[in-house]
């Protein structure tokens, strides 16, 4: 077994790269990809741990996508990269430029907490950040040292939230860009837990279809927070439209302490090891 979507510390996860590849052959998983979002900094760290332990280490990225085509239903549109070049230097531009863009939200963020009455040091956000990825959940870490909630589930829950006092949204690529700067760097680009569009049946199809117009090569269809009707939906709308088939976890470590690595919410993610070879296929072809 396998798993193709996992965070480490280089953004929003709370393991070290090290640490996910040392859990992920604990548990006797045969590859893992790491996705951090909008930074590939833990890969060169986890591909040498991956080699130490017996385990393929496969280069991962996860992009949030602006989304606001005509089927958009409020939902979150993410990208998963897999197999790409990570010294691409367009792919690292860009990411760059997110990340950039992600410090001046966080401290955005800071601003509509305190004018909420919540004080926060920016430099304490971005020491929890670690200086690569700074997302909600290190502001939420924040929150829980200063004392204003208990967990990160309330933080999210009364501050960062959209429509929350400390909710500012976050700058995206288009699909189009997003999924072209993965193919140019000679990755292969799969939407990310595809339940989170909330679109279904016809919809879903035709939002699918356009993305597959700009190269998609695959859908997520198992993932912690699925439905096993809605894993059954997008296999089989995956196979309709002759796209590939992945899973993963979205493995966060103690940011998100119910979802396990290899295995989601009680084994509700099982992932095959021809998933991986079905995407390695595919990124030569
Ligand atoms: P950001 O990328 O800064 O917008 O933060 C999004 C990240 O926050 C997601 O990748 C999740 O890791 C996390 N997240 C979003 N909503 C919640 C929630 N309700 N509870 C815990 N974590 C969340
Ligand atoms: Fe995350
Ligand atoms: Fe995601
Ligand atoms: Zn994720």
Known sequence: MIDLHTHSTASDGTLAPEAVVDLAAAQKLTALALTDHDTVAGLPAALAQG?????????GV???IQWDGPEASGGQMHLLGYLFRADDSGLCDRLSWLRDRRRERAQRIVEKLKAAGVELSFGRIQEIAGGESIGRPHVAQALIEAGA???????FGR??????PGYEDKDELTPAEAIQLIRTAGGVAVLAHPGTLKLKGAALERCV?????YGLAGLEAIWSSHSAEQVRELKALAEKLGLLITGGSDFHGENKPDIQLGTGRKNNVQVPDSVLAALRQRAQA
Do not use: T
């Not at 080699?51 to 280069?59: A, C, N, W």
């Not at 909630?149 to 933080?155: D, M």
């Not at 501050?159 to 929350?164: D, I, N, Q, T, Y």
């Open 149 to 155: 909630v208990s967990s990160i589930g309330e933080a």
């Open 51 to 59: 080699k130490k332990r017996g385990l393929e280490v496969v280069p």
């Open 209 to 213: 279809k356009e993305l597959m117009g």
């Open 159 to 164: 501050f960062l939230s959209p429509g929350r």
């Open 62 to 64: 996860e992009l949030g």
